[in-house]
């Protein structure tokens, strides 16, 4: 390798130099040696508070992906979330779904950190524009109507 760089011209050996730098720092301004960060508001998590704590009697709830599932072996000892009690959940923008035994729909988390949900699910759901999703109903019952959000899972 020395005997290499020996029969190089210090001209030759600077202009390698430049152009390894000029590389460096051309990397470096396009990000491709810094960390690489995704943008503040696609990793940006709210405090979205689940509320619902009007379901009577008392019952287990989850989002899927956010919190302790209430599909396990034994619920009375599982950490699934309890209606007794409204949780702050820390959610990325983008759409969830709420789910009980008996009660379950889609709401979505806004890049403002808002809730929000379809129209047809006001009887029960309140909290749109909020951080807080209230949910009243144990069930809902059918309204004859074609569902303003996807069924699809």
Known sequence: MTAFLHKRS?????????????????CADWGILAKAEPPETAEQK????????????????????????????????????????ARVL?????RYKFVSFTFDFPFDVT?????DYAPALNQCVDGRGTPTLIVRCKRTYPHGGKPEYSLAP
Not at 10 to 26: D, G, P, Y
Not at 57 to 81: F, N
């Open 10 to 26: 210090i001209r030759e050996t600077t202009a390698l130099a430049a152009v390894v730098l000029t590389s460096l720092l051309i």
């Open 46 to 85: 709210y405090a979205i508070t689940i509320d619902a704590t009007a379901i009577v009697s008392q019952s287990w709830w989850h989002v899927p992906g956010a919190t302790p599932s209430i599909w396990t072996s034994d619920i009375e000892t599982s950490d699934a979330y309890r209606t007794t009690d």
């Open 90 to 94: 820390q959610l990325k923008p983008g």
């Open 111 to 115: 890049p403002a950190g808002m809730v």
